[in-house]
């Protein structure tokens, strides 16, 4: 090898670099098959050492999956029509395909919740759980399921967006056809429960929603994913229902645009929340009207600018002092009560040309309003109704979501009591005695 060297010194350079570099490789390989063995031990190490950790955060240890099987939970339960709810046990079953088992955060209450629980004939039933305001974590997910797993953040809303209808693929609309909304006891697709109480007897859904449980099952064209990150659970719960209705009223609906006028019958948290998303949207005039004198106030932080209480009209239709302060109407008037003649004044109120006038109040079934042919025919408005503020749930959410993030819709102005899920029946007393805009409740008490 040495004579190689003298006589062929680049040959023989090649052959102890070669050298040196199989010895390097080897020196490499083994290093890594080390670090590699190593590192294996280190991860099962941390992977027990996190287990352990969760263990005693949850002072036993990990829970079984509940997947599969029926969980049994707390649950306030209507079992009669205006009656205190009775809060017990029930057993809530897997979701079936199409269903997402959820673990509800928190849920807070909406005036719906308080006309359906003091109905006694239809669409009122009873044993129910009501409930259609809240925000939950997927706990499990049925067959078909590919949208939504176990983990994600939820919100549940009463109306439907399966996406595919014409009703959902339509930029026009966010009314559902495969799945319209009506006030069903009902899960949508198979008219079944997934509640039960500890006798086994039914209880019935509500909205597709049922929140007042500390789990439910909701079909997957109800739910819409949140990211959690930065988000206030309290404050993203109510873009379920009342806050979103109102705000999308403003901005789909209506479509406000700055420096137009408002005016708004009924400052309850929709009708504040339709000044919200006027206030956002830069209307020059936001007229609340209301029966209570403190709602001015209340007003006055969503962006309400006038106020006219009905009670010191005098003589006058309500239309008429409202068409004297804004010479000729307001360009967009929101009814917000329900009531039938508040939403014929809305609409005489309403500028001739290209007043909008929408009704968000929920009137009782088969009531009915009067419009003169003639007065529709000559004065050029608009009459249109919305239903969670025209919005389409699994992509205006988000939308409302980051809005509430970057601080220009302000959620958490709406939130003025927040309590534990077992006081609920103190929350149908602050909602019905109008001490309270939204109440939240948690359903563990330690959040
Ligand atoms: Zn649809
Ligand atoms: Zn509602």
Known sequence: MDDLYVLNP????????????????????????????????ISVALVRVFQLKRQTAMGTQIPPSTSGE????????????????????VMVAP?????????????SLCQSDINLWKRKDFPGITPRILGHEAIGIVESVGAEVTEFSEGDTVIPVFLSDCGECSGCRSKKSNLCSKFPFKVSPWMPRDDTSRFTDLDGNTIYHFLSVSSFSEYTVVDVAHLTKIDPDGIQMSSACLLSCGVSTGVGAAWRTADVEEGSTVAIFGLGSVGLA?????????AARIIGVD??????????????TEFVNPADCGDKPLSQVINEMTEGGADYCFE???????????????????????????????SEMKLQCFDVL??????????????KPKSDIPMLLKHSIDKDLQLDKFVTHELDFKEINTAFDLLIEGKSLRCVMWMDSSK
């Open 378 to 391: 000559r004065s050029g408005k608009i009459l249109t109704g919305s239903l969670f503020g025209g919005l």
């Open 274 to 282: 339709v000044a919200e998303g006027a206030r956002i949207r830069g």
């Open 70 to 89: 029926p969980i049994r939970c707390k649950a306030a339960v209507c079992r009669e029509a205006g009656a205190p709810l009775v809060m017990e046990e």
């Open 10 to 41: 680049t040959f023989a350079s090649l052959v102890y670099s070669s050298s040196l570099w199989v010895n390097a490789y080897s020196v490499i390989l083994s290093e890594t098959l080390l670090f590699l063995s190593i590192s294996k031990y």
């Open 291 to 304: 029966m209570k004198p403190e709602k001015f106030e209340i007003g006055k932080k969503f962006g309400i």
């Open 336 to 366: 917000c009560v329900g009531l039938p003649s508040l939403m014929e004044e809305a609409y005489a109120c309403c500028q001739k040309g290209w007043g909008k006038t929408v009704v968000l109040g929920v009137a009782r079934p088969m």
């Open 95 to 107: 979701p079936r395909a199409h269903e997402a088992r959820i673990r509800i955060v928190c849920t």
